[in-house]
Protein backbone atom coordinates (compact mmCIF):
# COMPACT_ATOMS: atom_id res chain seq x y z
CA UNK A 1 0.00 0.00 0.00
CA UNK A 2 1.04 3.14 -0.78
CA UNK A 3 1.58 5.70 1.98
CA UNK A 4 -0.51 8.90 2.39
CA UNK A 5 0.92 11.72 1.36
CA UNK A 6 2.08 14.54 4.29
CA UNK A 7 -0.84 16.85 3.99
CA UNK A 8 -1.52 20.21 6.12
CA UNK A 9 -4.36 20.23 8.26
CA UNK A 10 -6.75 22.27 6.01
CA UNK A 11 -5.98 19.86 2.68
CA UNK A 12 -8.40 17.31 3.60
CA UNK A 13 -11.14 19.98 5.01
CA UNK A 14 -10.59 21.48 1.66
CA UNK A 15 -11.11 18.55 0.05
CA UNK A 16 -13.95 17.80 1.73
CA UNK A 17 -15.17 20.29 1.44
CA UNK A 18 -14.82 20.20 -2.37
CA UNK A 19 -16.66 17.28 -2.84
CA UNK A 20 -19.54 18.03 -0.92
CA UNK A 21 -19.78 21.04 -3.46
CA UNK A 22 -19.33 18.60 -6.36
CA UNK A 23 -22.24 16.35 -5.31
CA UNK A 24 -24.32 19.77 -4.16
CA UNK A 25 -23.68 20.73 -8.17
CA UNK A 26 -24.08 16.84 -9.31
CA UNK A 27 -27.64 17.49 -8.04
CA UNK A 28 -28.80 20.88 -8.87
CA UNK A 29 -27.92 19.55 -12.02
CA UNK A 30 -29.68 16.15 -11.88
CA UNK A 31 -32.75 17.90 -10.48
CA UNK A 32 -32.84 20.68 -13.12
CA UNK A 33 -32.48 17.70 -15.98
CA UNK A 34 -35.66 16.43 -14.41
CA UNK A 35 -37.49 19.17 -14.21
CA UNK A 36 -36.27 21.58 -17.29
CA UNK A 37 -36.19 18.17 -20.04
CA UNK A 38 -36.39 19.95 -22.84
CA UNK A 39 -33.45 19.10 -24.78
CA UNK A 40 -31.42 22.16 -24.02
CA UNK A 41 -29.43 23.81 -21.28
CA UNK A 42 -31.05 22.49 -17.24
CA UNK A 43 -33.55 24.71 -16.12
CA UNK A 44 -34.95 24.55 -12.66
CA UNK A 45 -38.50 24.85 -11.56
CA UNK A 46 -39.20 28.84 -10.42
CA UNK A 47 -43.17 28.19 -9.68
CA UNK A 48 -42.02 27.56 -5.59
CA UNK A 49 -46.39 26.95 -4.41
CA UNK A 50 -47.77 29.27 -6.82
CA UNK A 51 -50.42 28.53 -9.08
CA UNK A 52 -50.02 29.85 -12.74
CA UNK A 53 -52.23 33.11 -12.76
CA UNK A 54 -51.77 33.08 -16.91
CA UNK A 55 -50.86 36.41 -16.80
CA UNK A 56 -46.77 37.79 -18.04
CA UNK A 57 -45.15 40.70 -16.74
CA UNK A 58 -42.58 41.87 -19.32
CA UNK A 59 -39.50 43.98 -17.70
CA UNK A 60 -36.81 46.28 -19.81
CA UNK A 61 -33.10 45.70 -18.20
CA UNK A 62 -30.23 47.58 -18.91
CA UNK A 63 -26.96 46.78 -18.17
CA UNK A 64 -24.55 49.56 -18.02
CA UNK A 65 -21.73 51.10 -16.30
CA UNK A 66 -21.34 47.12 -14.61
CA UNK A 67 -24.80 47.21 -13.27
CA UNK A 68 -28.12 46.32 -14.15
CA UNK A 69 -30.80 49.06 -14.31
CA UNK A 70 -33.26 47.78 -12.51
CA UNK A 71 -31.25 45.80 -10.39
CA UNK A 72 -34.31 44.35 -8.34
CA UNK A 73 -37.34 44.06 -10.37
CA UNK A 74 -41.26 42.53 -8.33
CA UNK A 75 -43.37 40.22 -10.16
CA UNK A 76 -46.99 39.04 -8.89
CA UNK A 77 -46.08 35.31 -7.52
CA UNK A 78 -47.93 32.63 -10.29
CA UNK A 79 -47.39 35.13 -13.36
CA UNK A 80 -44.85 34.65 -16.18
CA UNK A 81 -42.12 36.68 -16.59
CA UNK A 82 -40.40 38.19 -19.87
CA UNK A 83 -37.02 40.05 -18.96
CA UNK A 84 -35.12 41.89 -22.19
CA UNK A 85 -32.15 42.87 -21.51
CA UNK A 86 -29.85 45.67 -22.93
CA UNK A 87 -26.15 45.78 -22.97
CA UNK A 88 -25.74 49.62 -23.16
CA UNK A 89 -21.95 49.17 -21.61
CA UNK A 90 -18.80 49.63 -23.66
CA UNK A 91 -18.08 45.91 -23.34
CA UNK A 92 -19.63 42.84 -23.69
CA UNK A 93 -22.11 41.41 -20.49
CA UNK A 94 -24.98 38.47 -20.50
CA UNK A 95 -27.72 38.12 -17.16
CA UNK A 96 -27.93 34.35 -16.24
CA UNK A 97 -30.27 33.17 -13.77
CA UNK A 98 -30.10 30.94 -10.76
CA UNK A 99 -32.62 28.66 -12.43
CA UNK A 100 -30.47 28.32 -15.18
CA UNK A 101 -31.74 30.65 -18.18
CA UNK A 102 -29.50 33.77 -19.70
CA UNK A 103 -29.56 35.68 -22.43
CA UNK A 104 -26.07 34.53 -23.50
CA UNK A 105 -23.20 37.15 -24.55
CA UNK A 106 -24.57 40.47 -25.31
CA UNK A 107 -22.32 42.68 -27.12
CA UNK A 108 -22.38 46.22 -26.61
CA UNK A 109 -26.13 47.47 -28.37
CA UNK A 110 -27.21 43.75 -28.44
CA UNK A 111 -30.80 42.99 -26.36
CA UNK A 112 -31.51 39.54 -25.47
CA UNK A 113 -34.76 37.69 -23.69
CA UNK A 114 -35.15 35.85 -21.05
CA UNK A 115 -38.43 33.83 -20.53
CA UNK A 116 -39.69 32.08 -17.14
CA UNK A 117 -42.45 30.11 -17.00
CA UNK A 118 -43.90 30.70 -13.66
CA UNK A 119 -42.57 33.00 -10.89
CA UNK A 120 -43.27 32.17 -7.53
CA UNK A 121 -39.92 32.30 -5.41
CA UNK A 122 -37.13 35.12 -5.26
CA UNK A 123 -34.66 34.43 -7.84
CA UNK A 124 -31.29 35.88 -8.29
CA UNK A 125 -29.33 36.61 -11.49
CA UNK A 126 -25.83 38.10 -12.15
CA UNK A 127 -23.35 38.76 -15.19
CA UNK A 128 -21.81 35.40 -15.62
CA UNK A 129 -18.51 37.33 -17.26
CA UNK A 130 -15.86 36.37 -14.84
CA UNK A 131 -15.36 38.83 -12.25
CA UNK A 132 -18.46 41.12 -13.11
CA UNK A 133 -20.80 39.93 -10.37
CA UNK A 134 -17.94 40.46 -7.60
CA UNK A 135 -17.80 43.76 -9.12
CA UNK A 136 -21.66 44.15 -8.47
CA UNK A 137 -23.67 42.88 -11.27
CA UNK A 138 -25.98 41.12 -9.73
CA UNK A 139 -29.93 41.17 -10.44
CA UNK A 140 -32.90 40.42 -8.12
CA UNK A 141 -36.32 39.04 -9.04
CA UNK A 142 -38.99 39.44 -6.25
CA UNK A 143 -42.72 38.21 -5.84
CA UNK A 144 -45.42 39.76 -4.16
CA UNK A 145 -48.38 37.57 -3.19
CA UNK A 146 -47.04 34.16 -3.04
CA UNK A 147 -43.98 32.11 -1.95
CA UNK A 148 -41.19 34.43 -1.94
CA UNK A 149 -38.61 32.87 0.46
CA UNK A 150 -36.01 30.18 -0.15
CA UNK A 151 -35.35 31.42 -3.76
CA UNK A 152 -32.89 30.23 -5.94
CA UNK A 153 -29.60 32.18 -4.92
CA UNK A 154 -27.35 29.76 -6.59
CA UNK A 155 -24.86 29.77 -3.68
CA UNK A 156 -26.97 30.06 -0.25
CA UNK A 157 -26.90 33.52 0.02
CA UNK A 158 -30.00 35.69 1.47
CA UNK A 159 -32.20 37.14 -1.00
CA UNK A 160 -32.34 40.35 0.42
CA UNK A 161 -30.02 42.28 -2.12
CA UNK A 162 -30.41 45.40 0.75
CA UNK A 163 -28.04 43.99 3.39
CA UNK A 164 -24.89 44.67 3.67
CA UNK A 165 -22.41 41.68 3.05
CA UNK A 166 -19.54 41.16 4.86
CA UNK A 167 -16.86 40.33 2.56
CA UNK A 168 -16.87 42.37 -0.83
CA UNK A 169 -16.99 40.22 -3.33
CA UNK A 170 -17.58 36.80 -1.30
CA UNK A 171 -19.69 34.08 -2.82
CA UNK A 172 -20.16 36.73 -5.68
CA UNK A 173 -22.23 38.63 -4.05
CA UNK A 174 -22.51 42.79 -4.31
CA UNK A 175 -19.66 44.33 -2.43
CA UNK A 176 -20.77 45.96 1.21
CA UNK A 177 -19.90 49.32 -0.24
CA UNK A 178 -20.73 50.09 -4.13
CA UNK A 179 -17.95 52.23 -5.28
CA UNK A 180 -19.27 53.11 -8.52
CA UNK A 181 -22.06 55.41 -6.72
CA UNK A 182 -21.28 58.89 -7.07
CA UNK A 183 -20.95 61.10 -3.94
CA UNK A 184 -23.61 63.96 -3.10
CA UNK A 185 -23.52 66.96 -5.33
CA UNK A 186 -22.43 69.30 -2.03
CA UNK A 187 -19.72 66.73 -1.06
CA UNK A 188 -16.24 68.45 -0.64
CA UNK A 189 -13.44 66.13 -1.18
CA UNK A 190 -10.39 66.85 1.43
CA UNK A 191 -7.85 69.22 0.23
CA UNK A 192 -5.12 67.41 -1.87
CA UNK A 193 -2.70 69.92 -1.94
CA UNK A 194 0.30 70.12 0.61
CA UNK A 195 -0.13 73.72 2.09
CA UNK A 196 3.01 75.30 2.09
CA UNK A 197 5.40 75.74 5.66
CA UNK A 198 3.76 78.13 7.46
CA UNK A 199 6.37 81.26 8.64
CA UNK A 200 8.49 80.76 11.88
CA UNK A 201 10.34 78.08 13.10
CA UNK A 202 7.98 76.97 15.99
CA UNK A 203 4.38 75.50 15.11
CA UNK A 204 1.80 74.82 17.78
CA UNK A 205 -1.40 73.20 17.13
CA UNK A 206 -3.99 71.46 19.26
CA UNK A 207 -5.31 68.12 18.02
CA UNK A 208 -8.55 67.48 19.59
CA UNK A 209 -9.51 63.90 20.02
CA UNK A 210 -13.15 62.94 19.39
CA UNK A 211 -15.46 59.85 18.06
CA UNK A 212 -16.94 61.77 15.23
CA UNK A 213 -19.41 60.32 12.44
CA UNK A 214 -18.54 61.08 8.95
CA UNK A 215 -18.48 59.92 5.49
CA UNK A 216 -15.57 57.71 4.35
CA UNK A 217 -17.07 56.42 0.93
CA UNK A 218 -19.90 57.48 -0.87
CA UNK A 219 -23.13 56.79 1.17
CA UNK A 220 -21.15 55.00 3.74
CA UNK A 221 -21.28 56.53 7.20
CA UNK A 222 -18.89 55.38 10.04
CA UNK A 223 -18.19 56.73 13.44
CA UNK A 224 -13.96 58.05 13.49
CA UNK A 225 -11.88 58.11 16.05
CA UNK A 226 -9.92 61.47 14.69
CA UNK A 227 -7.68 64.32 15.42
CA UNK A 228 -9.74 67.33 14.82
CA UNK A 229 -12.96 65.87 13.35
CA UNK A 230 -11.11 63.81 10.42
CA UNK A 231 -11.07 60.78 9.44
CA UNK A 232 -7.14 61.91 8.83
CA UNK A 233 -5.58 64.27 11.23
CA UNK A 234 -4.21 67.59 9.95
CA UNK A 235 -0.90 67.49 8.06
CA UNK A 236 2.17 69.16 9.30
CA UNK A 237 5.04 70.67 7.13
CA UNK A 238 8.32 72.11 8.26
CA UNK A 239 11.69 72.48 7.64
CA UNK A 240 15.05 70.89 9.06
CA UNK A 241 15.50 71.93 12.41
CA UNK A 242 11.70 73.10 13.46
CA UNK A 243 9.91 72.67 16.38
CA UNK A 244 6.50 71.20 16.96
CA UNK A 245 4.53 71.83 19.50
CA UNK A 246 1.39 69.85 20.19
CA UNK A 247 -1.43 69.98 23.00
CA UNK A 248 -3.50 66.63 22.69
CA UNK A 249 -6.76 67.01 24.36
CA UNK A 250 -9.14 64.08 24.75
CA UNK A 251 -12.28 64.68 24.24
CA UNK A 252 -13.31 61.00 23.20
CA UNK A 253 -14.97 58.10 25.62
CA UNK A 254 -11.99 56.36 25.85
CA UNK A 255 -8.45 56.72 26.78
CA UNK A 256 -6.06 57.78 23.50
CA UNK A 257 -2.29 59.23 22.65
CA UNK A 258 -0.09 60.06 19.92
CA UNK A 259 3.41 58.92 18.32
CA UNK A 260 5.26 61.12 16.05
CA UNK A 261 7.29 59.21 13.90
CA UNK A 262 8.75 62.36 13.06
CA UNK A 263 10.41 63.73 16.19
CA UNK A 264 12.68 61.45 18.47
CA UNK A 265 11.73 61.42 22.11
CA UNK A 266 11.43 58.83 25.24
CA UNK A 267 7.88 57.01 24.34
CA UNK A 268 7.42 56.63 28.03
CA UNK A 269 6.45 59.67 28.39
CA UNK A 270 5.05 61.28 25.31
CA UNK A 271 2.97 58.46 23.98
CA UNK A 272 1.21 57.54 27.10
CA UNK A 273 -2.44 56.84 27.08
CA UNK A 274 -4.37 59.93 28.02
CA UNK A 275 -7.96 59.37 29.75
CA UNK A 276 -11.18 61.45 28.62
CA UNK A 277 -10.73 65.09 29.76
CA UNK A 278 -7.08 64.82 30.05
CA UNK A 279 -4.02 66.82 28.02
CA UNK A 280 -0.80 66.25 26.95
CA UNK A 281 1.92 68.84 25.51
CA UNK A 282 3.66 66.73 22.76
CA UNK A 283 7.33 68.74 21.80
CA UNK A 284 9.66 67.33 19.01
CA UNK A 285 12.33 68.79 17.13
CA UNK A 286 12.86 68.11 13.19
CA UNK A 287 16.09 66.32 13.00
CA UNK A 288 15.67 64.65 9.74
CA UNK A 289 13.87 65.25 6.37
CA UNK A 290 10.86 63.43 5.17
CA UNK A 291 7.10 62.10 5.41
CA UNK A 292 6.57 60.54 8.45
CA UNK A 293 3.53 59.06 10.09
CA UNK A 294 1.79 60.04 13.49
CA UNK A 295 -0.75 57.64 15.03
CA UNK A 296 -2.42 56.93 18.11
CA UNK A 297 -0.78 55.11 20.45
CA UNK A 298 -3.43 52.94 22.23
CA UNK A 299 -3.98 49.34 22.35
CA UNK A 300 -5.05 47.96 20.26
CA UNK A 301 -2.91 50.11 17.79
CA UNK A 302 -4.10 48.74 14.69
CA UNK A 303 -7.56 49.45 15.77
CA UNK A 304 -7.04 53.23 16.32
CA UNK A 305 -5.24 54.07 13.78
CA UNK A 306 -7.33 52.56 10.68
CA UNK A 307 -10.33 54.27 13.13
CA UNK A 308 -8.90 57.84 11.57
CA UNK A 309 -5.90 58.40 13.77
CA UNK A 310 -3.17 58.91 11.40
CA UNK A 311 -1.91 61.70 9.89
CA UNK A 312 1.10 62.79 8.09
CA UNK A 313 4.39 65.12 8.60
CA UNK A 314 6.26 66.80 5.81
CA UNK A 315 9.97 68.24 6.55
CA UNK A 316 11.36 69.50 3.48
CA UNK A 317 14.64 68.28 2.26
CA UNK A 318 16.76 71.51 1.70
CA UNK A 319 17.06 71.55 -1.75
CA UNK A 320 13.66 70.87 -3.06
CA UNK A 321 13.19 71.00 -7.07
CA UNK A 322 10.30 73.92 -8.20
CA UNK A 323 7.45 71.62 -9.06
CA UNK A 324 3.89 73.45 -10.20
CA UNK A 325 1.74 71.73 -7.46
CA UNK A 326 2.53 69.55 -5.19
CA UNK A 327 -0.05 66.90 -3.59
CA UNK A 328 -0.40 64.58 -0.38
CA UNK A 329 -1.72 60.98 -0.60
CA UNK A 330 -1.88 59.18 2.11
CA UNK A 331 -3.64 55.55 2.07
CA UNK A 332 -4.99 54.00 5.56
CA UNK A 333 -7.84 51.18 5.20
CA UNK A 334 -11.67 50.26 6.64
CA UNK A 335 -13.07 47.87 8.28
CA UNK A 336 -16.28 47.94 8.13
CA UNK A 337 -19.14 47.40 11.57
CA UNK A 338 -22.44 47.91 11.64
CA UNK A 339 -24.03 50.99 9.53
CA UNK A 340 -23.43 54.28 11.27
CA UNK A 341 -21.07 52.59 13.72
CA UNK A 342 -17.27 52.27 14.82
CA UNK A 343 -14.67 50.43 13.09
CA UNK A 344 -14.90 46.41 13.15
CA UNK A 345 -12.38 45.36 15.79
CA UNK A 346 -12.68 41.84 15.32
CA UNK A 347 -12.13 42.49 11.29
CA UNK A 348 -8.79 44.44 12.25
CA UNK A 349 -7.88 41.85 15.02
CA UNK A 350 -8.23 38.99 12.46
CA UNK A 351 -5.84 40.53 9.93
CA UNK A 352 -9.09 40.78 7.77
CA UNK A 353 -9.68 41.90 4.22
CA UNK A 354 -10.39 45.52 4.64
CA UNK A 355 -13.59 47.03 2.79
CA UNK A 356 -11.85 49.91 1.92
CA UNK A 357 -8.83 51.47 0.89
CA UNK A 358 -8.29 54.77 0.51
CA UNK A 359 -6.53 58.16 0.29
CA UNK A 360 -6.74 60.68 2.58
CA UNK A 361 -9.43 59.45 4.57
CA UNK A 362 -12.16 58.96 1.73
CA UNK A 363 -12.50 55.89 -0.68
CA UNK A 364 -12.08 57.03 -4.54
CA UNK A 365 -12.69 60.83 -3.35
CA UNK A 366 -10.17 62.21 -5.89
CA UNK A 367 -12.24 59.75 -8.67
CA UNK A 368 -14.98 62.08 -8.14
CA UNK A 369 -12.95 65.41 -7.44
CA UNK A 370 -9.74 65.03 -8.95
CA UNK A 371 -6.80 66.75 -9.30
CA UNK A 372 -5.96 68.82 -11.97
CA UNK A 373 -3.25 69.78 -14.06
CA UNK A 374 -1.72 70.93 -17.54
CA UNK A 375 -0.03 69.13 -19.80
CA UNK A 376 3.70 69.64 -19.62
CA UNK A 377 3.33 70.51 -15.72
CA UNK A 378 5.78 69.06 -13.37
CA UNK A 379 3.94 67.86 -9.96
CA UNK A 380 4.92 66.06 -6.72
CA UNK A 381 2.96 63.92 -4.65
CA UNK A 382 3.96 63.21 -1.52
CA UNK A 383 2.32 59.63 -0.36
CA UNK A 384 2.59 57.71 2.60
CA UNK A 385 1.22 54.26 3.84
CA UNK A 386 -0.32 55.27 7.01
CA UNK A 387 -2.03 51.16 7.20
CA UNK A 388 -2.47 49.63 9.35
CA UNK A 389 -1.55 46.54 7.09
CA UNK A 390 -2.22 46.73 3.35
CA UNK A 391 1.51 47.82 1.17
CA UNK A 392 1.30 50.37 -1.71
CA UNK A 393 2.41 50.55 -4.82
CA UNK A 394 1.61 54.25 -5.95
CA UNK A 395 1.74 54.37 -9.78
CA UNK A 396 0.26 57.07 -11.94
CA UNK A 397 -1.22 55.23 -15.36
CA UNK A 398 0.04 56.89 -18.30
CA UNK A 399 2.97 58.76 -16.88
CA UNK A 400 6.76 57.71 -15.45
CA UNK A 401 8.07 59.18 -12.39
CA UNK A 402 11.68 61.00 -13.04
CA UNK A 403 12.22 61.52 -9.26
CA UNK A 404 11.61 59.30 -6.94
CA UNK A 405 12.53 60.00 -2.82
CA UNK A 406 11.63 57.12 -0.35
CA UNK A 407 12.34 56.84 3.28
CA UNK A 408 15.02 60.22 3.32
CA UNK A 409 16.93 60.03 0.07
CA UNK A 410 16.64 59.82 -3.67
CA UNK A 411 16.12 56.54 -5.62
CA UNK A 412 16.03 58.60 -8.72
CA UNK A 413 17.03 61.41 -9.92
CA UNK A 414 15.51 63.89 -12.48
CA UNK A 415 19.03 64.14 -14.22
CA UNK A 416 19.79 60.40 -13.93
CA UNK A 417 22.59 59.98 -16.50
CA UNK A 418 21.51 56.74 -17.39
CA UNK A 419 18.05 58.02 -18.30
CA UNK A 420 16.10 55.62 -15.37
CA UNK A 421 12.48 55.58 -14.58
CA UNK A 422 10.26 54.40 -12.15
CA UNK A 423 6.72 53.46 -12.79
CA UNK A 424 5.90 52.87 -8.79
CA UNK A 425 6.62 53.88 -5.36
CA UNK A 426 6.73 50.99 -3.04
CA UNK A 427 6.00 51.52 0.66
CA UNK A 428 4.85 49.25 3.48
CA UNK A 429 2.93 50.43 6.04
CA UNK A 430 4.30 53.33 7.76
CA UNK A 431 6.61 54.24 4.95
CA UNK A 432 6.39 57.50 2.84
CA UNK A 433 8.21 59.03 0.17
CA UNK A 434 7.47 61.29 -3.11
CA UNK A 435 7.26 61.31 -6.72
CA UNK A 436 7.54 63.84 -9.23
CA UNK A 437 6.08 63.70 -12.83
CA UNK A 438 5.48 65.85 -15.42
CA UNK A 439 2.60 64.89 -17.93
CA UNK A 440 3.26 64.99 -21.98
CA UNK A 441 -0.63 66.01 -22.73
CA UNK A 442 -3.86 66.08 -22.07
CA UNK A 443 -5.95 63.54 -21.03
CA UNK A 444 -7.30 61.42 -17.61
CA UNK A 445 -4.22 60.39 -15.81
CA UNK A 446 -5.78 57.91 -12.82
CA UNK A 447 -3.15 57.11 -9.89
CA UNK A 448 -3.47 53.93 -7.82
CA UNK A 449 -2.25 51.67 -5.66
CA UNK A 450 -1.31 48.92 -8.13
CA UNK A 451 -1.78 46.17 -5.39
CA UNK A 452 -4.69 46.30 -7.55
CA UNK A 453 -7.54 44.88 -5.60
CA UNK A 454 -6.76 47.59 -3.08
CA UNK A 455 -6.98 50.23 -5.74
CA UNK A 456 -10.23 48.17 -6.50
CA UNK A 457 -11.24 48.97 -3.07
CA UNK A 458 -10.81 52.58 -3.40
CA UNK A 459 -6.98 53.35 -3.19
CA UNK A 460 -7.40 55.37 -6.69
CA UNK A 461 -7.67 59.17 -8.40
CA UNK A 462 -7.68 60.55 -10.88
CA UNK A 463 -5.54 63.79 -12.63
CA UNK A 464 -6.92 65.64 -15.26
CA UNK A 465 -4.65 67.13 -17.50
CA UNK A 466 -5.81 69.67 -20.02
CU1 LIG B 1 -6.84 56.36 20.03
Known sequence: ????????????????????????????????????????????????????????????????????SPETITVPAGNRLVIDVTNKDTMVHDLVLATGQSTGRLAPGQSGRIEVAVVGRSIEGWCSIIGHRQQGMVFHIKTTGGDSGGGASGDGASGDGGGAHAMPGAAGQRPAVDLMKPPAPGFLARDPRLAPVPDGTVHRYTFEVAEAPGEIAPGVRATRWTYNGGTMGPTLHGRLGDTF??????????????????????????????????????????????????HCATAPM????????????????????????????????????????????????????????????????????????????????????AGPNEPLSFHVIGTQFDTVYKEGAYLLRRDDPLRGGSQALGLLPAEGGFVEMTFPEPGTYTFLNHRMVDGDRGAMGKIIVE
Open 1 to 68: PVPAPPTTPARPQLGLQAIAAATALALVVSVGVALGGSGGAAVEDAAGTAAPTGQTTTVQVDALHMRF
Open 245 to 294: EITLVNNGTMSHSIDFHAGMVSPDANMRDINPGERLVYRFRAEHTGIWLY
Open 302 to 385: PVHLAAGMFGAVVIDPPDLAPVNAEYLMTQSEWYLGAAGGPIDAAKVAAGAVPDLVMFNGYANQYVHRPLRAKAGDRIRIWVLD
